[in-house]
């Protein structure tokens, strides 16, 4: 278990690393749709595990499907995802990214991917990214969050 001290100094980091992509990522617009953070977590998962049922969407995103139901409202009059028919079960919808949805993503991937990729080589060490990797890993064990999200919040 970590002391109450570096605890804090990796909190600090980690939120300076994620505020930083956050505002690389924000330059990704189509047509400056106005997106809230919840609307744009909600895209970047549906593009990056495929079609999937709200329900689904709302265990990933750790919220209510009161919340995801709202998200994609919005996203589907923007016209960047759609619903449609679950063709394993009728009863049920899938939602899934439109091309320009799609589109939306890749261009915010593309942003902190060569952000990332302007950085000197010795900021990011092969050790940097397998400690990362360990890091991720022991917050999913402690936290609970099981979903698999490889980069989602931050590369698509």
Sequence with gaps: MLDPDRAEALLQEISELYGLVLRIARHARDADEPMTATQRLALIDIVACGPVRPNVLARRMDTTPATVTRAIGAL??????????????????????????????????????????????????????SDLGRLNAALHATSGHHEVTHGDVLAQ
């Design 76 to 129: 589907e009059e923007a016209r960047l995802v759609r619903r449609r028919p679950d063709p394993d079960d009728r009863r049920g919808i899938l939602v899934e990214a439109t091309p320009r949805g799609r589109r939306w993503a890749e261009r915010r991937a593309d942003l902190v991917r060569d952000a990332i990729r302007s950085i000197p080589r010795s900021a990011a060490p092969a050790r940097l990214v």
